[in-house]
C-alpha cells in the first residue's frame, strides 16, 4: 500500500497513469457483435449512471464507519473504471478499497476527495470520446 501524507502526495502517485487508456475502448469495441460502438457506448452509459451512486455509497458508508459496505463499494468504482480505461480513477479506488476496513480515517477521507474530482474528469472525457466514436 503506498503512502501518501497529502492530496500532493496522491497527484503525485497516480500522476503517470492515464486518465482513460484507448486500449480498453479497443477492447469493448472487440465485444460488439455488430463490429461498431454500440456496446461500448451502453458501458459508458452504464458508467456514468452507475458511479455517481458508488460514489454515495461509498460517502455514506465512510459516515457510518461501514468498513464492509465502504470496500464493497470502492471494489465495484474500481472494477468499472478498470473496465474502461480510466486507470487514474481505478488506482485511487484501488487505494481506498485497501484502506477500507483500516483505521487510516484521513487517508480515507483524502482518497474520497480525489476519487469525486477524478470521477468528474473521466465523465467529461468519456462524453467526448462517446461522441467521437462512430455507432
Known amino acids: 500500500m503506498a503512502d501518501f501524507n497529502s492530496w500532493n502526495d496522491l497527484e503525485a ?3 503517470e497513469e492515464p486518465m482513460l487508456d484507448p486500449s480498453a475502448f479497443d477492447n469493448l469495441r472487440l465485444l460488439d457483435r455488430n463490429g461498431g460502438s ?20 461509498i460517502r455514506a458508508a465512510a459516515q457510518r464507519g461501514d468498513t464492509d459496505s ?5 471494489h465495484s468504482l474500481k472494477t468499472s473504471s478498470a473496465t474502461l480505461g480510466a486507470r487514474k ?6 487505494q481506498l478499497e485497501a484502506r477500507a476496513k483500516t483505521t487510516l480515517f484521513e487517508d480515507r477521507e ?6 469525486e474530482v ?3 474528469k473521466v465523465e467529461q472525457a468519456l462524453a467526448g470520446q462517446v461522441e467521437k466514436t462512430p455507432h
Open 13 to 15: 502517485m497516480i500522476a
Open 38 to 57: 454500440g456496446f461500448l457506448n451502453r458501458m459508458v452509459d452504464l458508467f456514468c449512471r452507475r458511479a455517481p451512486e458508488l460514489i454515495q455509497q
Open 70 to 74: 465502504l470496500h464493497r463499494a470502492a
Open 89 to 94: 480513477l481505478a488506482v485511487l479506488c484501488r
Open 110 to 115: 483524502v482518497l474520497m476527495s480525489a476519487i
Open 118 to 120: 477524478e470521477y468528474s
